[in-house]
């Protein structure tokens, strides 16, 4: 059983998964993605401008994501929901199954599985049935290509370049895997020869510019690299979104605990990395620091960074990888995949998958489309299930198309940090009905305001409707009493 460690986590992540896969659709944006995804496979094109809102309408927009989303799609038409469940759990599996292969080839398998445990404790709030999930598995491909390089004092094998052209049509993380070349370049200069590190570096330079020229290969060319330009430029609109926040210590958890025991253990041990690691490291460090979602990216990189160094300071994992015969190795890998297949198809079939409520007010807008508007304010979190169900946007997940003022006047209107904005965005842009989760200061509000009368409400979402004869209040008298 001894090298197989790979395949018993690739399944044990799998598994985890597939019987956790609500946890994987909680993100409404999933539902806009498969449905970008299904106009794509409609219309045999990628989308060039914004089809979908009312206040960008054929404004330009790309999808920098749009293979993963053709993918998503595919699968919901096929299986439902339990199609983008499997396909995402495939992908997790994937990802972890690869790093753990990559880890034991220099690691012993306990600390193999203690750096995999502690990747997926890290990425957990962020896997779920979208893009950037199905392109993890390339990420760690390609940065531990990258790394293996550094580690023989080599460059890249152009191999790799299919990984950047297949990462470039999956998401607009693929910008990072162009930019940790230099890093990874000069950490692998710094530690050859002195009379190799000429050759080293046009070497390295070589292959950055096919790798350049391989994220080019997209239906948008040149201009998926200045997509991700969009999103970086968001500026105070990105700290409030839950997933590009910083990283939040005002209580222990789970990245918490992870640095410490870290940095506990780096001290105990006395561990010791060359420079241009310790660079690269302090950099991931600070994205995730900076990024709640950069997290994910240390969790996985990490690992492939400190492998090698520490591998001469701890042992290797030789004995742990000791090869099982061919045979008897094809055996049991088809052995496993029946079995997978076999518990898919079963647990699938019994058990019913679905987004989660909270992201999908189904009863407000069965209403909402009853009323027959076509300007309704959303919330920002409706943006996914309103496309899904061929409503018309204010505003949705695709931030990028929508600019740093828009959003931060939108979530300052909705969560009253300036009710001014509220009343103007309802002027300004003809606002015909609100839809707004119930609970939200907005809606509070509107329940209260001349010329807005409630027209429905749940638990999860409000409508207000714009309606001149609506009066709620009565201007009080003044009382000289008082004075």
Known sequence: MRGLLPLWVGTGVYALFLLAGNHL????????????????????????????SFTMRGQPWISTQWLAQVALAKARTIAGWSGPVVLSASAIAATFAWL??????????????????????????????????????ILVLWCGGLIAAADRRGAPSFRLLPLMALWANLHGGFVFGLVLIAPVALDAVCNAAPHDRKSLVLRWAAFALAALIAACCTPYGWNALMAAQKILALGSALP????????????????EICLLLGFGLALLRGFRLPPPRILLLLGLLHMALA?????????????????????????????????????????LLAGVALVAVAATTFYTSVHRFAPHTTGSPVA????????????????????????????????????????????????????????????????????????????????????????????????????????????????????????
């Open 25 to 52: 659709l909680i993100d409404p944006d999933t539902m806009w993605q498969i449905t970008v995804g299904q106009w794509i496979l409609d219309h045999h094109a990628v989308p060039e401008t914004d089809v979908y």
């Open 100 to 137: 753990t292969h990559w880890l034991s080839r220099r690691l012993s398998a306990s600390a193999t599985l203690v750096f995999v445990a502690a990747a997926l404790a890290l990425t957990v709030p962020h896997l779920l049935a979208r893009p950037h999930v199905l392109a993890m598995p």
């Open 240 to 255: 409030l979104i839950a997933e590009w926040r910083p990283a939040d210590f005002g209580s222990l958890g789970t990245f």
């Open 291 to 331: 990024q709640g979602r950069a997290a994910e990216t240390l969790a996985l990189l990490a690992p492939l960074l400190l492998a090698a160094p520490l591998a001469r300071q701890i042992g290797t994992g030789a004995v742990a990888n000791a090869a099982v015969a061919p045979p008897a190795r094809g055996v």
């Open 364 to 483: 407000a807008v069965a209403v909402l489309k009853q009323l027959n508007l076509a300007r309704v304010f959303n919330d920002y979190d409706f943006g996914g299930y309103l496309i899904a169900n061929g409503v018309a946007t204010f505003i949705d997940g695709r931030t990028e198309l929508y600019g740093e003022k828009f959003f931060v006047d939108h979530n300052a209107a909705s969560g009253l940090m300036e009710p001014e904005n509220l009343f103007r965005l309802l002027d300004e842009y003809r606002i015909e009905a609100t839809l707004m989760r119930t609970q939200s200061a907005a809606t509070k509000l509107l329940d209260h305001v001349d010329g807005w009368q409630k027209a429905y409400a749940d638990d999860i979402a409000t409508i207000h409707v714009r309606k001149a004869a609506a009066v709620h209040t009565v201007e009080p008298a003044v009382d000289p009493a008082v004075r």
